[in-house]
Nanobody, 123 residues
Framework: QVQLVESGGGLVHAGGSLRLSCATS????????VGWFRQAPGKEREFVAS????????YYADSVKGRFTISRDNAKNTVYLQMNSLKPEDTAVYYC????????????????WGQGTQVTVSS
């Protein structure tokens, strides 16, 4: 099993920034890719960003491209999502998830999931 724990969510004004962290632990699942997804109230969960094990490949949803940056520190078993220029429409529960080596935008490919962290952006 692989455990993922998100942190860093909170309340921020529009235009502000937050950095989410996804800490992984448990049985070795290396190499693994990590994705961030989000789910707003009344909406389906959607892809936000993903990063391969080596960080050589990253993918972003069009809605966050240029504002969000995904990165990882494998020595710390942690993946980050830096979110800048936040908008009210970014309000959601943010989840990180892990899968084998190759980064993907496809939710169904991710095997392990965290519990989520709430991000609220006020206008």
């Amino acid at each position: 099993q692989v455990q993922l724990v998100e942190s860093g969510g909170g309340l921020v004004h529009a235009g502000g920034s937050l950095r989410l962290s996804c800490a992984t632990s448990g049985r070795s699942f290396r190499p693994y890719a990590v994705g961030w997804f989000r789910q707003a109230p009344g909406k389906e969960r959607e892809f936000v960003a993903s990063i391969s094990w080596s960080a050589s490949n990253t993918y972003y949803a069009d809605s966050v491209k240029g504002r969000f940056t995904i990165s990882r520190d494998n020595a710390k078993n942690t993946v980050y999502l830096q979110m800048n220029s936040l908008k009210p429409e970014d309000t959601a529960v943010y989840y990180c998830a892990a899968k084998d080596l190759v980064a993907s935008r496809e939710e169904h490919e991710y095997k392990y999931w965290g519990q989520g962290t709430q991000v609220t952006v006020s206008s």
